[in-house]
T-cell receptor
Framework: NAGVTQTPKFQVLKTGQSMTLQCAQD?????MSWYRQDPGMGLRLIHY???????DQGEVPNGYNVSRSTTEDFPLRLLSAAPSQTSVYFC????????????FGEGSWLTVV | TQLLEQSPQFLSIQEGENLTVYCNSS?????LQWYRQEPGEGPVLLVT?????EVKKLKRLTFQFGDARKDSSLHITAAQPGDTGLYLC??????????FGKGTLLTVNP
């Protein structure tokens, strides 16, 4: 049981480039989300999804797109990378049945130069 | 995403010492979870507390949920270098509304 799997682990981008962070979970969780973690800021919600075909914005959505075509996958797309998007990104999933356990991926370290 | 108040923000201690970290809010928690995040990894769940006054133990870690469900504490006895990491409290609510603390960064020196 892999849990939540994120790729890539590390990525360096040039300003203006686009890329996709992949996230997959094998626990059949309805809820998936993306966070960024910056020093002194804690975890901030970028986008989330409560099921396939349903996505919504979180606290810091600008510059990011998501889609949820299947229950398992929730990719995060950076449309035109900016240095301000240098951060550590975490994907997470949770059950829809009221369970509060959040399962996090191992993180993706992104540097935009 | 609202924040929970965690204190202290940083804590550096020697191996064998005891410590307590706190998680507080002005709002009542429906439940509260403690996570530990080691360098280069994602947060991993340690415990969930849901009942006011609840105490849970995980080896040398003791978690307490306040009677009014507005605060929680994590006490570590005889800390070891393996306890080093960022300790996060996260409160879950309905419709997946999560509230996060910024974390306590603990360093246990050998």
């Amino acid at each position: 049981n892999a849990g939540v799997t994120q790729t890539p682990k590390f990525q360096v981008l040039k300003t203006g480039q686009s890329m996709t962070l992949q996230c997959a979970q094998d626990m059949n969780h309805e809820y998936m989300s993306w966070y960024r973690q910056d020093p002194g800021m804690g975890l901030r919600l970028i986008h989330y999804s409560v099921g396939a075909g349903i996505t919504d914005q979180g606290e810091v959505p600008n510059g990011y797109n998501v889609s949820r075509s299947t229950t398992e996958d929730f990719p995060l797309r950076l449309l035109s990378a900016a240095p301000s998007q240098t951060s550590v990104y975490f994907c997470a999933s949770s059950r829809q049945d009221g369970g509060y356990t959040i399962y996090f991926g191992e993180g993706s370290w992104l540097t935009v130069v | 995403t609202q924040l929970l108040e965690q204190s202290p923000q940083f804590l550096s201690i020697q191996e064998g010492e005891n410590l307590t970290v706190y998680c507080n809010s002005s709002s009542v928690f429906s439940s509260l979870q403690w996570y530990r995040q080691e360098p280069g990894e994602g947060p991993v769940l340690l415990v969930t507390v849901v009942t006011g006054g609840e105490v849970k133990k995980l080896k040398r870690l003791t978690f307490q949920f306040g009677d009014a469900r507005k605060d929680s504490s994590l006490h570590i006895t005889a800390a070891q270098p393996g306890d080093t990491g960022l300790y996060l409290c996260i409160s879950g609510g309905s419709n997946y509304k999560l509230t996060f603390g910024k974390g306590t960064l603990l360093t246990v020196n050998p």
